[in-house]
């Protein structure tokens, strides 16, 4: 038994000598990709995992960063602000780097107040309400524009191209919903144009009819719809069929193949607004060509996502893979990231210095099926 002993103690030596001489297991850099992964909005969700592990694997296949290979944490808040923050703070726990997310302003804000005082940095690839950044939370970043920004275009285009008239504006309650729907009447009437009505329906509700006939009484010629693509498609398809042919314009809470599969053909003719088409950029042909030979088509804010894990990981490469939020935020506010949807500079609030957002239309493209193309 001594000699057994005596044979465990010096292979017990070995290996210890051998860990001196190779250094330590390399860990891994953790970083947290939160959205809603379940419920109604999961293909959001979707999107933000796909773009994230897409980007992670990418820069693991090219050595990591500083030799050490991204894992990413998944964190499903299905766009719920307390669920949110309970994500937020099993991240937190489990020694994330850094967070790319949330998906809805409401889950993001909340969130951010937890990364914020653990002092850890989140890039939101999604979250669009002003107040996002707008308090200064010096770790909060978006790769993504605002709603104040995305409302101008908007409301400028409704006033000025279609010379609309009678505008019905319509919010879901949320956060980003009714952030959108105020920031677009709010260019509206600085155009000249007060809406003829201005209501909220919750979200979850599945029959509008009662505010169709509400509109059509009010003979709308567009109705705004601040909120995401599962309301937006019930409306107008209930608009369709009584009959109410205003035309529905709405903001990036549709930038989903999910809105055509509820809405069926009042899909078309539909408005929105989104940030210029990432897939058309000529930085992003690589991975977007990655992504379609795998079958997945990198539509909304997949690219978004990519796109906030490259700037999460030439930060860290550039400060030792520090998990010091401040002294990462530091380094993001002077210096000019190369991503796949071009380079992307940030100003003290930890917004983009250019934003970029378009109208898309909705129209058939055979067999039932629908896409969106850039109209202005």
Aim: charged share 20%; with cysteine.
């Amino acid at each position: 038994m001594r000699k057994i002993f005596g044979w465990i103690g010096i292979f017990a030596a070995v290996l210890f000598g051998l860990s001196i001489i190779q250094g330590p297991v390399q860990a891994q850099i953790k970083i947290g990709v939160a959205g809603p992964i379940s419920g109604p909005y999961a293909k959001f969700g979707e999107q933000l995992i796909r773009g994230a592990r897409a980007a992670a694997e990418e820069i693991n296949k090219a050595g990591g960063i500083n030799g050490q290979k991204i894992e990413i944490i998944p964190g499903d808040d299905a766009c719920d602000p307390k669920q949110a923050r309970a994500v937020a703070n099993r991240l937190v726990n489990q020694g994330v780097h850094a967070v790319a997310g949330h998906f809805c302003s409401s889950s993001t804000i909340p969130a951010s107040e937890v990364y914020d005082e653990a002092n850890i940095l989140m890039i939101t690839p999604a979250s669009t309400n002003p107040k996002v950044t707008d308090r200064r939370l010096p770790t909060v970043f978006r790769v993504c524009g605002r709603d104040d920004q995305q409302g101008d275009v908007a409301g400028d285009y409704i006033a000025n191209v279609m010379k609309a008239k009678r505008v019905a504006i319509i919010h879901d309650k949320d956060t980003y919903g009714q952030g959108l729907a105020n920031a677009t009447r709010d260019r509206l009437h600085k155009n000249g144009v007060t809406e003829v009505l201005y209501e909220g329906i919750t979200r979850g509700d599945k029959d509008f009819n009662s505010l169709v006939t509400k509109m059509k009484g009010l003979k709308v010629d567009v109705i705004y719809f601040g909120g995401l693509h599962v309301e937006a498609g019930l409306i107008v398809r209930q608009a369709r069929e009584q009959g109410l042919k205003a035309i529905f314009f709405s903001g990036d809470g549709i930038v989903s193949n999910e809105f055509p599969a509820i809405a069926g053909p009042a899909t078309d003719g539909v408005l929105m607004t989104f940030g210029a088409d990432p897939r058309k950029i000529p930085s992003a042909a690589s991975a977007v060509a990655a992504f379609r030979a795998g079958g997945y088509e990198p539509e909304a804010y997949t690219l978004y996502a990519y796109t906030a894990i490259q700037v999460i990981a030439q930060a860290l490469k550039a400060n030792n893979n520090s998990k010091d939020g401040t002294r990462l935020a530091k380094y993001i506010k002077r210096t000019t990231f190369d991503t796949v949807m071009g380079p992307k500079q940030f100003d003290s609030k930890g917004d983009l210095k250019v934003s970029d957002y378009v109208v898309y239309k909705w129209s058939p493209t055979g067999g039932g099926k629908f896409d969106y193309s850039q109209i202005k």
